[in-house]
């Protein structure tokens, strides 16, 4: 089924933890129906649909797919099941939204983006950092111009919450979270972010990852907790990234800057007001101002400015994109499966540019 203009779209949401917390708040900001859920157990599944407000609670993924009354998935669960329940979702005609990463392997990244297309469906993927009002501005900047060529880049996403040997996780273990955790994790929202941001790709990378303890509370851990790559871009700009999971204090440091000959640009995902702009002869602060903002930044400016917006803000407005374009309208940069399938793409090269220590070419 298919919600029209003024019907409530049907949720259903496979998994019942954080994510699916995030997920079922934004789509019910976005007007939806939360009509199910279903986790690893019926019990789980009851738990879930208390705690948040959804109406219905299902055994299993296949008993939700059957329902008459959902019209479009939302995959919160581990990564390594997200292929085969997206790809579940496609073949029941269901409309998807798939937690990154899309797959843990690029070739199933690739066929879950062809299964789509081939579908008519609509997926997303929450690269939802996109959907910053500052986030907005700054590829505005860039697409005037305003920054002259693009010569360099700094970026970084740091968090503590694996610092500890006894922090264990299910991301953790190879085969529940993947062969990559950290940047399949959270590097991979900042690779999307450059290349959303400059407009440029990454063509090659050069990358070192680490694994801190080879056990998290007793468990074999072979996924890396630390990734550091240096990047060139298809315009010729180069760049650094660092990506870490223990870096004591910082809880979600996504960094952004870019270099141009004319202008740098910095967004920190933890300061989501502020966009820092740098020339030669001084800088400033550029806050989040709905009245001087590019109209892109302004559609993402819902409260009036100097009352803070962050994350949560950001997720919904993914979600209600992907709500538009599942009804007929058009929403310009929401992330699709094509965008998953690249971050995995991406994701494989830096593993295997870490194993051979090598450049290694970004397949377009």
């Known amino acids: 089924m298919t919600a029209g203009a003024t019907t409530p779209i049907g949720a259903g949401f496979l998994g019942g933890g954080f994510m699916a917390a995030v997920h079922s708040r934004a789509a019910r900001a976005a007007r939806a129906r939360l009509v199910a859920v279903a986790s690893s157990a019926l019990d789980r599944s009851e738990a879930a649909a208390a705690q948040l407000g959804i109406e219905s609670a299902d055994a299993s993924a296949e008993a939700l797919l059957a329902r008459d009354d959902i019209d479009v998935v939302h995959v919160c669960t581990p990564n390594a099941s997200h292929a085969s329940l997206a790809s579940a979702a496609i073949a029941a005609g269901r409309h998807v939204v798939c937690e990154k990463p899309l797959a843990t392997s690029a070739a199933d990244a690739r066929r879950l983006a062809d299964e789509l297309a081939a579908s ?16 907005r501005e700054a590829r505005a900047r860039v697409a005037r111009g305003e920054l002259g060529a693009l010569l360099t880049l700094d970026a970084a996403y740091l968090q503590d919450w694996l610092l500890g040997e006894s922090d264990g996780n299910w991301r953790a273990d190879a085969v529940a979270g993947g062969p990559s955790r950290a940047f399949a994790d959270i590097g ?44 060139e871009l298809s315009g010729g700009a180069l760049g650094t990234l660092l990506i870490s999971q223990m870096s004591p204090g910082r809880k979600n440091g996504l960094v952004l800057e870019l270099h141009g000959a004319a202008e740098s640009l910095r967004f920190e995902q933890e300061r989501p007001e502020e966009l820092w702009v740098g020339r030669r002869d001084g800088s400033s602060i550029l806050l989040r101002d709905a009245a001087t903002a590019a109209p892109e ?35 310009e940069g929401m992330p699709t499966f094509a965008d998953g399938a690249r971050a995995a793409v991406i994701t494989e090269v830096v593993l295997e540019s870490a194993a051979t220590a090598q450049w290694i070419e970004v397949p377009a």
């Open 120 to 135: 008519g469906l609509v997926g997303g993927v929450p690269f939802v950092y996109r959907y910053h009002p500052q986030v």
């Open 188 to 231: 991979s929202h900042l690779a999307d972010l450059i290349e959303f941001v400059t407009g440029e790709r990454i063509v090659r990378l050069s990358a070192r990852t680490r694994t801190v303890y080879s056990e998290r509370g007793g468990v074999s851990v072979s996924n890396e907790d630390i990734a550091a790559l240096v990047v």
């Open 297 to 331: 930044a302004e559609r993402f400016s819902i409260v009036p400015s100097g009352h803070p917006m962050g994350y949560q803000d950001a997720f919904t407005a993914f979600v209600d994109d992907v709500y538009a374009v599942i009804r007929g309208e058009e929403r």
